[in-house]
């Protein structure tokens, strides 16, 4: 049995992928082009792949039987063909939503305690000049009583719902599939949302519906002062239109995802001129060592499943 690793930096160094080699020969690289999937895959069994596409192209011809994707999202591997081909694809879900919506609030206090304004004047050295023992010129707030408005209530959205109750805050959310039923929190139209909240999430995924789903219109609906987060899939916020409200409307936004990504030299946002609006991490919210050792876990049950 070979298992081979197509981009296993994506998984990170500081984990092991040692409870792979109990399946038998396992063939690691830790990135590969697309020009190179075609031949390192060939003579595999099963492949792990998170980002590298892996289509008709790459599997034709190859005695792959089983496709491990080491993420949740299944749209780097074509299922049809894969099917066609009775080629087992297995993903894996639920192994990030602490990490994804701890991210989430870390944003959130970012912003709400103007952490960064405060630091900065720390380590400017101002604060031992200061004439009083405190300094708040930058105003900041508290949670509680706070509307948050949630786009896409699934596992991770339930689960943001859940820690933004327990800091005392009025939750709503709308469903971007409209099939959504929870009882638990208010169901509100888009626009309410948007008008209404305090802080807005992002949790859902990228498809027909979502695509582009907050464009200039949109965004301009969201009231000063407000947060928007989007931890869910680049795309779902129309890119070039919010650089272009952050310089017109003290909105704060704070985002894990862009459309392409690594982010390209040339995405809008990084023009931004009120950076102090923007805060952008590099698709990390997924990525908590503890989560990263669950979805390896995860990958190694789906092997032990599919042998048996």
Same mark, same amino acid.
């Given at each position: 049995m070979k298992i081979v690793i197509l981009d296993r930096k994506t998984l990170g160094f500081d984990v092991s992928v040692d409870v792979f080699s109990k399946f038998g020969e396992v063939v690691s690289y830790d990135i590969t082009n697309a020009n190179e999937t075609k031949e390192r895959i060939k003579d595999a069994d099963i492949i792990l792949t998170n980002k590298v596409?892996?289509?008709?192209?790459? $599997? /034709?011809? &190859? +005695?792959?039987? $089983?496709?491990? *994707?080491?993420?949740?999202?299944?749209?780097?591997?074509?299922?049809?063909?894969?099917?066609? +081909?009775?080629?087992?694809?297995?993903?894996v879900a639920g192994y990030s939503t602490s990490s994804v919506v701890q991210l989430a609030f870390s944003m959130i206090f970012y912003f709400v305690q103007k952490l960064s304004y405060y630091k900065k004047y720390v380590d400017e050295q101002n604060w031992q000049k200061s004439d009083t023992f405190t300094h708040i010129d =930058?105003?900041?707030? =508290?949670?509680?009583?706070?509307?948050?408005?949630? *786009?896409? $209530?699934?596992e991770i959205g339930q689960n943001f719902a859940k820690k933004a109750t327990a800091f005392d805050c009025e939750v709503v959310y709308y469903s971007t599939s409209g099939q959504n039923s929870n009882t @638990?929190? /208010? &169901?509100? +139209? @888009?626009?309410?949302? $948007? /008008?209404?909240s305090d802080i807005i999430s992002i949790h859902a995924p990228l498809n027909e519906k979502t695509l582009n789903l907050l464009k200039y219109d949109e965004l301009n609906l969201i009231k000063d002062g407000a947060i928007l987060l989007n931890l869910g899939r680049g795309g779902i916020i129309n890119e070039a239109d919010l650089a272009k409200i952050l310089d017109e409307k003290e909105i704060f936004c704070g985002l894990d995802v862009v459309s392409k990504e690594p982010i390209e030299e040339n995405n809008p946002l990084l023009a931004v001129k009120n950076k102090q609006r923007l805060l952008l991490t590099p698709h990390i919210a997924w990525a908590s060592v503890e989560a990263r050792k669950r979805l390896i876990e995860k990958v190694a049950n789906n092997i032990e499943e599919f042998l048996k």
């Open positions: 596409y892996v289509g008709e192209n790459e $599997l /034709k011809n &190859s +005695s792959v039987k $089983l496709i491990c *994707i080491t993420a949740t999202g299944m749209n780097n591997v074509d299922l049809a063909y894969a099917k066609a +081909s009775n080629i087992e694809v297995k993903n =930058e105003p900041f707030f =508290e949670l509680d009583k706070k509307r948050v408005g949630i *786009i896409g $209530l699934g @638990l929190y /208010k &169901s509100v +139209s @888009l626009e309410e949302l $948007l /008008k209404t």
